[in-house]
């Protein structure tokens, strides 16, 4: 009983707010005036062109100390290497995300490039940028052409 009294009341609430007050004197209602607004003028956001890392296209073989970076992600590229010019000055290592090895002449030369990566590997090699890698953007190549010792 007291549900069936709270909906009576609720639709004749309902029923009393959708009714339009009645027009005076035969006049339609007119709409209220809006006081003026100033209009300010505001640039619309514009984006700037993506920068893109500086692509360095093979070039001339460097020795580089080649470590794990420690990082692990959920997508691709992912720089799960680091890599430091060996007989400059120590700076921030430059992250690589893929290693190529095709160049080395055995698979036991691969292997130990491959195994040496955890506690570092003194490899000559080159650095390119692969435009557009995956979800994660561009992906840095580090082209092992010599494993040193």
Do not use: N, W
């Amino acid at each position: 009983m007291p549900l069936r009294r709270a909906l009576l009341c609720l639709s004749a609430l309902t029923a009393v707010a959708c009714q339009q007050p009645p027009a005076s004197q035969g006049r339609t209602p007119q709409p209220q005036p809006q006081p003026a607004q100033p209009t300010r003028s505001v640039p619309m956001p514009t984006r700037a062109p993506p920068t893109e890392p500086p692509a360095e296209a093979g070039g001339e073989p460097r020795t580089l100390l080649l470590q794990d970076s420690g990082l692990r992600c959920i997508t691709f590229p992912c720089p799960i290497y680091s890599v430091q010019p060996v007989g400059e000055a120590p700076g921030e290592p430059r992250q690589v995300h893929e290693l190529d090895l095709s160049a080395l002449g055995s698979d036991a030369e691969r292997e130990r490039v491959e195994e040496g990566v955890a506690r570092g590997v003194r490899v000559e090699g080159t650095l390119s940028v692969r435009r557009k890698a995956g979800p994660a953007g561009d992906a840095t190549v580090l082209r092992v052409t010599r494993l040193l010792k």
